[in-house]
């Protein structure tokens, strides 16, 4: 049985759903454990249609506590009176059928940790249905009419209580009111996940192997210094939080940052010094109070292990923009990136990530350059004026690919762009694929359906900058592949290691292998170019 379906395929899904779920409760009957197949559906429909990776047989901690504390109190409705649902017992059968019958993904916890997880979550479930604030809005309405003696399966009846909530004469709570529809606005609700591809599997050294490029990093030095020169008695800054210039001075040739002091009043006028500074804050290592700066003696552990110290700087990359990226003065306006700054650079990276080849320059600025066209509204200025913006840009995320550099998350050369990377050929693709391209890739691969003259213009340049000569050549390190794998795994991304299947149980590995890797169609097929809810127990929506 397949345990993972494309976002948009329902219908393989839902079959497949009824099908396991039928199995489950046959199965739970004859082992005399507690499962109720409503709420088995809906356990299933979480992890499809609220998670990246889709998986259903993949049960983390993570994936326990989001299931039963958010998506069960938000979108299922126990109408007043009813009998309540035992949705932890249920979880604990489904993980134990999982198992039993090897469905379960070899690379999760074992059932001992999956059940152990669900019992450290169970005596909180109670509470967390009975949240408001954690209620869905639809769900919401239906719970207040409900209790207000109204029928919600009259059609009319909900109308009719519907019209007098709009006119203000039903009562209903405003702060969960209020709690839900800014969980909404914010974006903090559960709803339908962007199915994430899975990532080719990479190969990793131990994370013992890996302390030792850490603590050559001059970064890594240079924050480490940082800590221990501002100390648990900590130094003084000025009204502005900045360092004073006698102190700067000294981090400058302490920490070796090259800063140009000669004639330079104010720490503001060392660029390098600043950033670092403003990078030991996002890191959690440094902080300002009350007009000292002090380590942070949390941070001990952390400053005591390079690779730890190195995976801390690496993700407070993300919240270096202002320090980076941002306008100097009044004067000067920041480019598009500034706005983007975060997307952009995790997509970079992840792009970057398990690539079995370099990723030249010009195609990853193109492919930048993409997302700007995506994300902005570009006026009828001129060529020049747009060609301004974009350089603006450009320059800009080389600062970011710098930061990463120095840090060793990524590495760059100068060579012979690989072929892989030249425009894709789909001349003998046909009119149907052509024609349902989206532009943007159209335009990416450089086909001849590209939307406009501009645009073939450009893929025409980059082909060019491509083969006439070396460019610039960029990939990750090994430390910048482990910290990307880790902030993948961190949003439910696939990203699996070679060879970590290694000592699981041969027969689950290969029933998983064979569950959930698309069958290859015969060569001549290949294209050219390329159940009801129980006593009133309903989903309703956020």
């Known amino acids: 049985m397949r345990m993972r379906f494309e976002a948009e395929a329902e219908e393989e899904f839902e079959a497949a759903r009824g099908l396991l779920v039928d199995r489950l409760v046959r199965w739970g009957g004859e082992q005399g454990l507690p499962v109720d197949g409503f709420t088995a559906e809906t356990v299933l429909d979480y992890r499809h249609r609220a998670t990246a990776d889709g998986r259903l047989g993949l049960w983390e901690?993570?994936?326990?506590?989001?299931?039963?504390?958010?998506?069960?109190?938000?979108?299922?409705?126990?109408?007043?009176?009813?009998?309540?649902?035992?949705?932890?017992?249920?979880?604990?059968?489904?993980?134990?059928?999982?198992?039993?019958?090897?469905?379960?993904?070899?690379?999760?916890?074992s059932l001992?940790?999956?059940?152990?997880?669900?019992?450290?979550?169970?005596?909180?479930?109670?509470?967390?249905?009975?949240d408001r604030t954690r209620w869905g809005l639809a769900k919401f309405w239906a719970m207040t009419a409900a209790e207000q003696g109204v029928d919600v399966l009259d059609g009319a009846a909900l109308q009719r209580f519907a019209d007098r909530a709009r006119r203000e004469e039903a009562a209903y709570d405003r702060r969960a009111l209020d709690a839900i529809m800014e969980r909404r606005l914010a974006g903090r609700a559960l709803s339908g996940s962007a199915r994430a591809e899975p990532q080719l599997p990479v190969a990793l050294p131990q994370d013992d192997d890996l302390r030792r490029p850490a603590e050559a990093s001059t970064t890594v030095a240079q924050l480490r210094g940082l800590t221990e020169w501002a100390g648990q008695d900590g130094r003084p800054v000025t009204a502005t939080g900045r360092l004073r210039i006698a102190d700067a001075r000294e981090l400058v040739d302490l920490l070796g940052t090259r800063d140009k002091t000669d004639g330079v009043r104010s720490s503001a006028d060392l660029p390098r010094l600043g950033l670092l500074v403003e990078w030991a804050k996002k890191a959690r290592l440094v902080r300002v109070v009350k007009g000292r700066l002090y380590a942070v003696a949390k941070a001990r552990p952390v400053l005591a292990d390079p690779l730890q110290l190195w995976l801390r700087a690496f993700d407070a990359c993300f919240e270096l923009r202002e320090a980076l990226i941002g306008a100097r003065s009044g004067w000067h306006v920041e480019s598009m990136l500034f706005d983007v700054y975060e997307d952009v650079l995790q997509d970079v990276l992840n792009t970057l990530y398990s690539l079995p080849y370099p990723m030249p320059w010009p195609r990853l600025r193109d492919t930048v350059h993409l997302a700007y066209r995506s994300s902005f509204q570009f006026d009828d200025g001129s060529d020049l004026q747009h060609g301004m913006w974009f350089e603006h840009a450009d320059r800009d995320l080389r600062k970011a690919l710098d930061l990463l550099d120095d840090l060793g998350a990524i590495e760059r050369d100068r060579g012979m762009a690989d072929p892989v990377f030249l425009d894709v050929d789909l001349s003998d693709a046909g009119p149907e694929l052509l024609a349902d391209m989206p532009p943007e890739l159209a335009e990416l691969l450089g086909v001849a359906a590209a939307p406009d003259s501009a645009a073939r213009d450009r893929a025409d340049q980059r082909r060019e900058e491509l083969t006439t000569g070396p460019v610039e050549l960029i990939r990750l390190t090994e430390l910048g592949t482990r910290a990307v794998r880790q902030r993948l795994l961190a949003v439910?991304?696939?990203?699996?290691?070679?060879?970590?299947?290694?000592?699981?149980?041969?027969?689950?590995?290969?029933?998983?292998?064979?569950?959930?890797?698309?069958?290859m169609p015969p060569r001549r097929s290949w294209p050219a170019g390329s159940r009801p809810a129980a006593r009133g127990r309903t989903h309703c929506g956020n």
């Open 492 to 519: 439910g991304r696939d990203a699996p290691l070679i060879g970590e299947l290694a000592g699981r149980r041969r027969p689950a590995c290969w029933a998983y292998w064979l569950r959930n890797t698309r069958r």
């Open 61 to 109: 901690p993570r994936h326990v506590e989001e299931l039963l504390l958010s998506w069960l109190p938000q979108n299922v409705t126990e109408l007043p009176g009813e009998e309540r649902s035992d949705a932890p017992g249920t979880l604990r059968t489904l993980l134990r059928y999982l198992h039993a019958a090897q469905l379960a993904d070899p690379r999760g916890p």
């Open 112 to 130: 001992h940790d999956s059940l152990a997880a669900v019992d450290r979550v169970a005596e909180q479930y109670p509470a967390a249905m009975a």
